[in-house]
């Protein structure tokens, strides 16, 4: 038996947290066996704690959580072994199947990354998906050409999970971050990331009037979307590019296609959750070089099973800053 968040249904098809002891056999089918010691809560986990599932639950009873680091406690597959460190992320583990707010998960091995050395399994969940993502979005930047030195990197939604690392990471690589937000009591915390400018949310949200204006970003990791990702595209450099993770703005994008024909502007989609395997070991092993670990230790609060139906509410509010790591153990 283990103990774990359990989503339940009731007769008007709501659903509701519980904290319950289930055993070993309703896990679902996997290779691997792990003995979950960290996760996180994301905004899709927010949803999923919603009393409608967020439409992402289409079975219950379901037990949340979209990534988690752990232990292999056992293994059919000669890639793991027990005792090895390993992370999950993706996969639409915690949405399709169960995922990571309980103290054992079963999945495949082929889902796995090992851990790579220099993290533990918190450090690991305090990067998460939303950290992993952010990498990613880093790395296709670079993958575009970008390079410090070429001028100031944009990151929108600057103190959310996505935005908080993708501000740490780029300014430990030396480049220049121009962090957005949308409240003025986010300036130290963005600083302290590395942020070296703020941009006040205003100034991207205001209607378009033309759709160029002045060369002002190098690069750009997007996690908003909407009309804020159509106003930078505007402001991007001859040949800039991109990476766009995020919708909370919105999926509409009220763009023209000047600045992709007129300035060979680069839009591109970072998805987390279908990565082959080699981009996440990459994506994995950079972020234990790149990212420096006291900023990360800034960011994170901690979280227990019991915690987590007001955090999921709250993060639907965009009332959590950073990262949340949830100890499954606590």
Known sequence: MFKALVMEQNDDGL????????????????????????????YKDGLCLSPKGGGLVRNYPHVPGIDYAGTV??????????????????????????GGYAQKARISADKL???????????????????FTAMLAVMALEDHGLQPGQG????????GGVGSVATAILSNLGYYVA??????????YLQGLGAAQIVPREELNQTIK??????????????????????????????????????????QLPATVIPFLLRGVNLLGIDSV??????????????ATDLPMDKLDAMVQA??????????ADILKGQVKGRVVVDVNA
Do not use: H
Request: hydrophobic residues 40%; negative net charge.
């Open 274 to 287: 279908m990565q082959p395997y080699e981009n996440r070991l990459r994506a994995w092993t950079r972020i």
């Open 303 to 312: 979280a227990t099973l019991d915690d987590l139906p007001a955090l999921g």
């Open 73 to 98: 406690e056992a293994s059919d597959d000669n890639r793991y072994k027990p005792g090895d460190k390993v992370v999950l992320t993706g996969w639409r583990v915690g949405e399709v199947s169960w």
């Open 113 to 131: 990354v090992p851990l790579p050395k220099g993290l533990t399994t918190r450090q690991a969940m305090a990067v998460g998906t939303a950290g």
């Open 15 to 42: 659903a509701q947290a519980v904290i319950k002891e289930i055993s070993e056999d309703r896990l679902p089918e996997g290779n691997v066996t792990v003995a979950v010691e960290y996760s996180t809560v994301n």
């Open 210 to 251: 033309r759709p160029l204006e002045a060369e002002t970003w190098a690069g750009c990791v997007d996690a908003v979307g909407g009309d804020m990702l159509a106003r930078v595209l505007g402001q991007m450099k001859y040949g800039a590019s991109v990476s766009a993770v995020g919708l909370a703005g919105g999926a």
């Open 179 to 188: 962090a957005v937000t949308g409240r003025p009591d986010q300036t130290d």
């Open 152 to 159: 100031p990197v944009l990151v929108t939604g600057a103190a």
